[in-house]
């Protein structure tokens, strides 16, 4: 039995131009540096253009010989902001082979606090946004027959157990799961109606990664850990694998996939 190229080789993302919006965030961090280990140029974006070239030293000094690493202003409410994007990238760095669909921001409600604005943003930031990235990706994607990597959660596909979540402080809003539902959905469909362009798309669904903050509460931090089979929170770095995998010539012969990095969570 012979292979044409080694693990090493498949993995390797030399040459190759990464886009992770929200790059500089809790999990979006850790999958900028997991492009820049691979050698690839990775754009890291988002609306604080001074906390993404933060970010960019800490990985480039952490990171001996990967790959450049660049800040960019990213804000997916604005159109604009997108095609600036788009055509800095195309412009200046020859194209977009990876693009990361991972940005999320909104407030914290329960059933009983959210209203139109809050569903609406939610709605607009984490499924709408998604659609925006890709459309004005579409051409530059399809010229390097690039992948998409959209990341999901685990409440794209199972609910929030009501018992876990005490009023409005940890509420999981109803906007955030059906948001990340319909991208879940809309990776379904990339994949099929891209994949005439030698197009990748798949989904990453992660849970759970409480951000630092909501770490600091320990009686639900150990409701959390006690609903998982593995019965820990994740943590960014373990994130790093399944998007490696899925983002380079390893996982060629996937698409149309959601990858669960959740500890079990789903499997009762």
Known sequence: MTTDRTLHQLFDLTGRVAVVSGGAGFLGSAMSATFAELGATVVIASRDEDKCKQRCEEIAAAVDGGGKLVACKLDLLDRQSIKDLVEFTTGELGGIDILVNNAWSGNKNSWESIDDADWEYDIDMSLNSVFRMVKASFDTLKARKGVILNITSMYAHIAPDHRMYDGKQFANPPSYGAAKAG???????????????????????????????????????????????????????????????????????????????DGGWAVW
């Open 183 to 261: 991208v879940l959905q809309f990776t379904r469909y990339l994949s099929s109606f891209l994949s005439p362009h030698g197009i990748r798309v798949n989904a990453l669904s992660p849970g759970a990664y409480p951000h630092p903050p909501t770490r600091e509460h320990e009686e639900f931090m150990k409701r959390l850990c006690e609903k998982n089979p593995l019965g820990r929170l994740g943590e960014p770095e373990d994130l790093k694998g399944a998007v490696a995998l899925l983002c380079t010539d390893a996982g060629s012969y996937m698409t149309g996939q959601n990858l669960c990095v």
